[in-house]
């Protein structure tokens, strides 16, 4: 079974330009994070899809970040116009929200992760 | 505020020596605690899942430990290996899928 899916692997641009990011979550997967992480720290959220419904936007710089989910499967992060602070990895993770919340379940499954770097 | 700590930051152990590294969180409510193993420029992968009744899981040379009354977990290496060398990423989660990260443990395991 193919894992989450990302690209691009690495992106180099330079400031004031767009980038986007594509995710393709684990089959099945109804729940799908973007994550920022910067080098040495864990990932912090940056929004959170249940569908193709964002249920948690709060951490999202919405004037400068934009992301999607149409149909409720693949996704894009875009940010625009981008800037020096935003260098890090963005990675995807998904995982499947059932109607039975049990303690062990609700694992992310995350992907490479796209690092993109901003001259 | 939810809180995970982890210590020591980075670690650095001979090949073959056993490590323990260290969780403290701040989180209410508790669902489950996870650690995550991250090589550098991959995505984080699951190791262990303990929940609130449990004190001690292992998942090969990988042992982890979560004293529900003192808010800690630990996970300890056995017999470290090369390929142990990573970030080790302790996750907690709220209630239905909030997930607090810690800032990970950076381990090298020198030959």
């Known amino acids: 079974e193919a894992g989450v899916v990302q690209s691009p692997r690495y992106k180099i641009i330079e400031k004031k330009q767009p980038v986007a990011f594509w995710c393709n979550p684990i089959s099945g997967h109804n729940t799908l994070y973007w994550y920022l992480q910067n080098l040495g720290q864990g990932p912090e959220l940056l929004i959170r899809y249940e569908n193709e419904e964002a249920v948690d936007d709060s951490q999202l710089p919405k004037d400068r970040f934009s992301a999607e989910r149409l149909k409720g499967v693949d996704s894009t992060l875009k940010i625009q116009p981008a800037e020096l602070g935003d260098s890090a990895v963005y990675l995807c993770?998904?995982?499947?929200?059932?109607?039975?919340?049990?303690?062990?379940?609700?694992?992310?499954?995350f992907g490479e992760g796209s690092r993109l770097t901003v001259l | 505020k939810n809180q995970v700590e982890q210590s020591p930051q980075s670690l650095i152990i001979l090949e073959g020596k056993n490590c323990t590294l260290q969780?403290?969180?701040?989180?209410?409510?508790?669902?489950?605690l996870r650690w995550y193993k991250q090589d550098t420029g991959r995505g984080p992968v699951s190791l262990t899942i303990?929940?609130?009744?449990?004190n001690t899981k292992s998942n090969g040379r990988y042992t982890a430990t979560l004293d529900a009354d003192t808010k800690q977990s630990s996970l300890h290496i056995t017999a470290s290996q090369l390929s142990d060398s990573a970030s080790y990423i302790c996750?907690?989660?709220?209630?239905?899928?909030?997930?607090?990260f810690g800032t990970g443990t950076r381990l090298k395991v020198l030959a």
């Open positions: 969780c403290n969180y701040t989180v209410s409510p508790f669902s489950n």
């Open positions: 996750v907690v989660t709220s209630g239905t899928y909030k997930y607090i």
């Open positions: 993770a998904s995982s499947l929200k059932t109607g039975y919340w049990q303690e062990n379940t609700g694992e992310l499954f």
């Open positions: 303990m929940t609130f009744s449990e």
